[in-house]
């Protein structure tokens, strides 16, 4: 059974491009995460999604973030007009229905230049 | 509302040495508590998971317990190798979810 899987794992993007993280949730699990850690920073929380449905995103900024974990596939998060103050690790973590671990996967390196 | 704080912020130690990493929480109503490594530019490697209802666990030279009253944990590494150096962070969902609260982290490291 893999791990929680990040890709790209690094990602160069202009300022005014978009980005698109994508986290495949190991198999089974039905929960996933996403969380951004900005330099010399803690991880901090976004967004938690189940499948097809935004359970709480309290954490994403108000514009220019978005999520999604649809039936198929797996969960994007997508990040429109980037800025330089993006520039961060971000990271998926899933946990299956009435699990009690969440699994992280290792991250995507996002650099806004 | 949950919060993380870890102390030290940065630990420097000779090879060798035993060391104690501190973790406190405010919310002692937790499902677990999670202490990661971190290393630099990577991702996060699980240490070792309590869950609630635990108050130790130990894997090789590690040991975390978890003190729900006093809102603590810590983390015990025992005989510190050069290898040992990164960030632990320990992390705690807040009730109900595993939506993770991190601490800041300490940076450690062991010097040969």
């Known amino acids: 059974n893999a791990g929680v899987m990040q890709n790209p794992r690094h990602l160069v993007r202009r300022r005014g491009q978009e980005a698109r993280l994508r986290c495949s949730p190991m198999?089974?699990?039905?929960?996933v995460y996403w969380y951004r850690q900005l330099p010399e920073e803690g991880l901090k929380f976004m967004v938690y999604?189940?499948?097809?449905?935004?359970?709480?995103e309290s954490g994403m900024p108000k514009e220019r973030f978005s999520a999604e974990f649809p039936k198929e596939g797996p969960s994007i998060l997508r990040i429109q007009q980037v800025v330089r103050g993006d520039s961060a690790a971000y990271f998926c973590?899933?946990?299956?229905?009435?699990?009690?671990?969440?699994?992280f996967g290792q991250g995507t390196r996002l650099t806004v230049v | 509302k949950q919060e993380v704080t870890q102390i030290p912020a940065a630990l420097s130690v000779p090879e060798g040495e035993n060391l104690v990493l501190n973790c406190s929480f405010t919310?002692?109503?937790?499902?677990?508590l999670q202490w990661f490594r971190q290393d630099p530019g990577k991702g996060l490697t699980s240490l070792l998971l309590?869950?609630?209802?635990?108050r130790e666990q130990t894997s090789g030279r590690l040991n975390a317990s978890l003190d729900k009253s006093s809102g603590r944990s810590t983390l015990y590494i025992a005989a510190s190798q050069p290898g040992d150096s990164a960030t632990y962070l320990c992390?705690?969902?807040?009730?109900?979810?595993?939506?993770?609260?991190f601490g800041t982290g300490t940076r450690l490291k062991v010097l040969a």
């Open positions: 919310d002692s109503a937790i499902y677990n």
């Open positions: 309590i869950q609630s209802s635990q």
């Open positions: 999604l189940q499948k097809e449905n935004i359970i709480d």
């Open positions: 973590a899933s946990s299956p229905e009435g699990g009690t671990e969440a699994f």
């Open positions: 198999k089974g699990h039905s929960h």
């Open positions: 992390a705690s969902p807040t009730s109900g979810t595993y939506k993770y609260i």
